[in-house]
């Protein structure tokens, strides 16, 4: 199953950007990138996706590698409330086993 | 609302005193999953299902069950609990295709003395 890895924290400035990274050597050609994030005492919500081009929505971009092993999610100027563990993950197309590791756990300092 | 469900919130029992978390999806998802949360380890999958009457196992299924009889419901057994499955569990569902988003539930803390 592929894998991934994050830092284990990372810390900001409100409303400064963030760069959040994850490294997935082994992904696979079939394999989207996800990214998920956790705040005190809720389940995981859903960031954003993508597969070989850079995505944008309403809360963040995705910047993946042209070689695909490693992606950057961007939120472009961090509030408190951006203060979550953020999880990397790979689906692919049996993409059931899903591995979530142990994520990065983002600071905002005010 | 599109949701998924778990039940109960919080849950204290007993050594070896069968227990069955329920979880329940109104999007018609394909996929679900089970989860335990525990401190430093992350997320860890336990089951999961493809479909109806398909089930297989995550990183961590012993001493839990399934089943997926409807589409909708996706309950976790635990037919005789130890205090090493004291922690936090999510549900999660989705359809089926890797580009579709994983949606979870609010999570269930169960504490087994």
């Known amino acids: 199953d592929a894998k991934t890895t994050q830092p284990n924290s990372m810390e900001s400035n409100e409303e400064e950007p963030v760069h959040l990274p994850c490294n997935h050597s082994t992904i696979s050609g079939t394999d989207y990138i996800h990214w998920y994030r956790q705040l005190p005492s809720q389940g995981p919500e859903y960031v954003i996706h993508g597969l070989t081009s850079n995505v944008n929505n309403r809360m963040a971009s995705l910047a993946i590698a042209e070689d695909r092993k490693s992606s950057t999610l961007i939120l472009h100027r961090a509030t408190l409330r951006d203060a979550a563990v953020y999880y990397c993950?790979?689906?692919?197309?049996?993409?059931?086993?899903?591995?979530f590791g142990a994520g990065t756990i983002l600071r905002v300092k005010s | 609302e599109a949701q998924v469900t778990q039940n109960p919130r919080y849950l204290i029992t007993v050594t070896g005193k069968k227990l069955t978390v329920t979880c329940s999806q109104n999007m018609n998802h394909e996929y679900m999953s089970w989860y335990r949360q525990d401190p430093g380890l992350g997320l860890r999958q336990i089951y999961y299902?493809?479909?109806?009457?398909?089930?297989d196992k995550g990183d961590v299924p012993e001493g839990y069950k399934v089943s997926r009889k409807e589409k909708r419901n996706f309950p976790l057994i635990l037919e005789s609990p130890s205090p090493n499955q004291t922690s936090l569990y999510f549900c999660?569902?989705?359809?089926?295709?890797?580009?579709?988003?994983?949606?979870f539930g609010s999570g269930t803390q169960l504490s087994v003395l």
């Open positions: 993950i790979l689906r692919g197309i049996y993409g059931n086993k899903l591995v």
């Open positions: 299902s493809m479909n109806v009457e398909v089930t």
């Open positions: 999660a569902s989705s359809h089926g295709q890797s580009n579709e988003k994983l949606f």
